[in-house]
């Protein structure tokens, strides 16, 4: 049983440019959450989704930032016209159900903006 | 709002050495707990949680951690560390019925063998 999966693992891009990350859940794991890591710091929740929906997305920048987790297809983190500041490692958990169910992490992506 | 606090950023122990390392959150209800670990180049991965029953619980690799609601304490222990447990140790907690986990900073905890 594969794990989550997150590409790319490396992805750079300039100041105003899209970013897109992407995050394959377990097999049977509905529910997928991303996280933002800066350097020195820990894991900050961003958005939790299950399929077609957003269920909490507190953790999310007002602006620049959206997150979808189609019915077919990886979840997908988009970062409009990215800045210095957005540079991290982002990861992407999933889990069956429940919020007492464990999380499965991804490697992460590790974000550059120039 | 949630949060959680970690107590050291860095430990550095000797084999055979005892490890302890903090966690307190604040929240007032009920929560679920975990403890997170991330070993070089590899994910992170679960070592232990906590949502209800005995309050001290065990998880893998000899790992143990206890709940002390009036402290608002999860604190980890091993009692003989290895060099293999070096690794970087997160503290989580959310809402029990919730899904917005909140994630300490984290402890680097490096074994000299």
């Known amino acids: 049983n594969a794990g989550v999966m997150q590409n790319p693992r490396h992805l750079v891009r300039r100041r105003g440019q899209e970013a897109r990350l992407r995050c394959s859940p377990m097999k049977g794991h509905s529910h997928v959450y991303w996280y933002r890591q800066l350097p020195e710091e820990g894991l900050k929740f961003m958005v939790y989704?299950?399929?077609?929906?957003?269920?909490?997305e507190s953790g999310m920048p007002k602006e620049r930032f959206s997150a979808e987790f189609p019915k077919e297809g990886p979840s997908i983190l988009r970062i409009q016209q990215v800045v210095r500041g957005d540079s991290a490692a982002y990861f992407c958990?999933?889990?069956?159900?429940?919020?007492?169910?464990?999380?499965?992490f991804g490697p992460g992506t590790r974000l550059t903006v120039l | 709002a949630q949060s959680v606090s970690q107590h050291n950023h860095h430990v550095i122990l000797s084999e055979a050495a005892s490890l302890e390392l903090g966690c307190n959150y604040s929240?007032?209800?009920?929560?679920?707990l975990f403890w997170y670990v991330q070993y070089p180049g590899q994910h992170l991965q679960l070592l232990l949680k906590y949502f209800s029953g005995d309050p001290l619980v065990k998880g893998i690799k000899g790992f143990e951690a206890e709940f002390i609601k009036s402290k608002f304490s999860f604190n980890l222990r091993k009692p003989s560390v290895q060099w293999s447990d070096t690794a970087e140790y997160f503290c989580a907690v959310n809402r029990a019925g919730g899904f917005k986990t909140i994630f300490g900073a984290g402890t680097r905890l490096f074994v000299k063998a």
């Open positions: 958990a999933s889990s069956r159900s429940g919020s007492t169910d464990t999380q499965y």
């Open positions: 929240y007032g209800g009920t929560v679920n």
């Open positions: 989704l299950q399929k077609e929906n957003i269920i909490d």
